[in-house]
């Protein structure tokens, strides 16, 4: 209403000089409009003294347009004071039911409805909850800026087309089937920028495409409990140009931008003209980090060059080269044989292997913290994670590393019926616990917790807001690493069964480990589908070969 009262004495003053207010579809249909913008900061109200209050977590300034209606001819006009009147009534209602307009959406759950979850990440944690959630008990609302799980430990075989893209990716309605079938359970194709912890609400922002009524398209989702599960990111340590010029190893699209590069740097560097020099880099294919996905990676792109490069590949295959630069030591929570097995294995399978610290990243090449230059057509960026720029912004208290922080159930203490887990959570430090590696094994294990304790609160009709305080949570959560596996290529692996790094266990390197390295992801793989997809993959790469074929 106070916007609404300045902007039509700001009219009256000028005559209604620009016309009436003309609504968001106006705006798109009346091209070459004289417009107007004034800022209006995202979900603000006023309060009776005038001032502004906002609600935490949203940042930035949105946009509201108003456009002079397609009159031809000079951008002055003159109106009565009817007119006047008229165009201030319009703004009047149009600036009170703009907030309603943005932020439309789900609003909270009424007597006799089912209590509502919104979860956020469609990651392991998400979606190991969102498998086991009783929809009998709950409605569901899935939001994440992707409609499906990727099963990382495969993902780096993608990249060289030892598995196809779709093999290790469960679309989340499938995982989750009351998502597409339950009249008050959805998905939304969206990110997360804003939480009200008070109201029990969140504030979303679609993805971008062009086609829908206005860019941002926003809209709120109230809740009874929120799973917060929305991931992390790939840490660059601030060390610039790597963002520009890397490629990470997380998502389906990084995997597919990763074989473009590597294949096409492959046929260009066939063109009549090409210096030897450029070949090389060209060619040079360089990985930094030596934990899992750096190792299995790089034990990949080995087996593509030995088998299928040098095949088909034979005027360049002599340029093509991986080099894995690691701080420390690779793969430096597996047991001191295993790391030594693997070391003699990458580089017997023609991997080099170089201990440094990247200073900067230009297109062409990276510098090393002594100077070293290194040229390279393809780099993959593998150094592990950390907090988002999302969960950052989140005014919620944060475990040592900056994760949102909970206590022993997973939840987080300071705010009634939110919910953290996976790679964007970790321990308190009051809870005297460690915050535990960003590991699958240990997102999935989260899931299976959570959800359990999710099912015997609704039994006990603490599902709605604000009715759990009184229940009691049973047994906190509790991790056992069950240990730990690594493909190195050329059909060996390393698998090391010790419950943490410094305890005894059995350990295990060669074609045996392999063999239960495949067999225990094939297992794991969600959906039937893609266990499916996953065995044909693997034999026919080892019948026909990796396919070569560059599209996109």
């Known amino acids: 209403m106070a916007l609404a009262r300045v902007a039509r004495a700001n009219l009256r003053r000028s005559g209604c000089a620009f016309g009436t207010y003309a609504s968001e579809k106006e705006i798109l249909l009346h091209d070459g409009a004289y417009t107007t913008k004034f800022s209006l900061p995202s979900h603000s109200s006023f309060k009776a003294d005038g001032k502004f209050s906002y609600i935490p977590g949203i940042k930035g300034q949105k946009f509201i347009n108003f456009t002079a209606r397609g009159i031809a001819g000079t951008p002055h006009y003159q109106f009565s004071a009817s007119n006047t009147e008229r165009c201030a ?52 609302v899935c939001i994440s800026p992707r409609n499906h799980m ?30 597409g079938k339950n009249p008050n359970s959805y998905f939304y194709l969206a990110s997360c920028i804003g939480i009200d912890t008070d109201k029990h609400e969140i504030y979303c922002e679609a993805v971008k495409n062009g086609g829908l009524p206005r860019e941002p398209y926003q809209f709120k989702v109230a809740y009874d409990k929120l799973v917060i599960a929305s991931g992390a990111e790939p840490l660059t340590f601030g060390i610039k140009g790597v963002k520009e010029h890397a490629f990470f190893l997380r998502e389906v699209y990084h995997a ?43 034990g990949e792109l080995s087996d593509f060059i030995m088998k299928d490069v040098h095949e088909r590949y034979s005027h360049v295959k002599d340029f093509v080269h991986v080099t894995l630069i690691e701080a420390n030591e690779i793969l430096s929570s597996f047991d001191v044989s295993l790391r030594q097995y693997a070391t003699k294995h990458l580089t017997k399978s023609g991997v080099h292997l170089v201990r440094g610290v990247v200073k900067e990243v230009h297109p062409k090449k990276l510098v090393l913290s002594d100077g070293t230059d290194v040229p390279y ?121 010790r419950e943490s790094k410094d305890a005894k266990g059995l350990s295990l390197a060669g074609f045996v480990s392999w063999f239960i390295w495949r067999s225990a992801y094939l297992t794991r793989v969600v959906s039937w589908r893609n266990r499916f997809y996953v065995a044909v993959n693997w034999a026919t790469t080892l019948v026909f070969g990796r396919d070569n074929s560059r599209i996109g």
Request: aromatic letters at 8%.
């Open 89 to 140: 009534e319009e703004s009047d209602s149009e600036l009170e039911n703009y907030e309603e307009q943005r932020y439309a959406g789900l609003e909270a759950t009424k007597a006799g409805e089912k209590p509502r979850v919104v979860v956020l990440g469609a990651g392991w944690a998400a979606c190991r909850f969102l498998k086991g959630l009783n929809t009998k008990i709950y409605d569901v």
């Open 256 to 298: 597919q931008e990763i074989r473009k590069r590597l294949l096409l740097n492959l046929m260009l560097s066939e063109n009549p003209g090409i210096s030897e020099e450029e070949k090389k880099r060209l060619l040079h294919c360089v990985v930094i980090g030596g934990g899992p996905t750096g190792v299995e990676f790089s």
């Open 377 to 497: 057509g393809l780099l993959v960026w593998s150094t592990g994670v950390g907090p988002s720029e999302f969960v950052k912004s989140l005014n919620l208290p944060k475990s040592p590393g900056g994760r949102i922080g909970v206590d022993e159930w997973l939840r987080v203490p300071s705010v009634e019926d939110v919910f953290a887990l996976g790679d964007c959570a970790g321990f308190l430090e009051q809870t005297g616990r460690p915050v535990l590696p960003a590991l699958a094994q240990v997102a999935e294990r989260e899931g299976k917790y959570l959800v359990e304790l999710f099912n015997k609160i609704g039994k006990q009709n603490g599902a709605k807001a604000f009715s759990a305080k009184d229940i009691p949570l049973g047994e906190p959560f509790v991790y056992k690493h069950l240990g730990s596996m690594a493909s190195v290529g050329r059909y060996k692996a390393l698998v090391d069964l």
């Open 150 to 179: 990727v099963f990382t430990p495969l993902l780096a075989s993608t990249c060289v087309g030892t598995l196809e893209f779709r093999s290790v990716a469960e679309p989340v309605s499938q995982i989750q089937d009351a998502l």
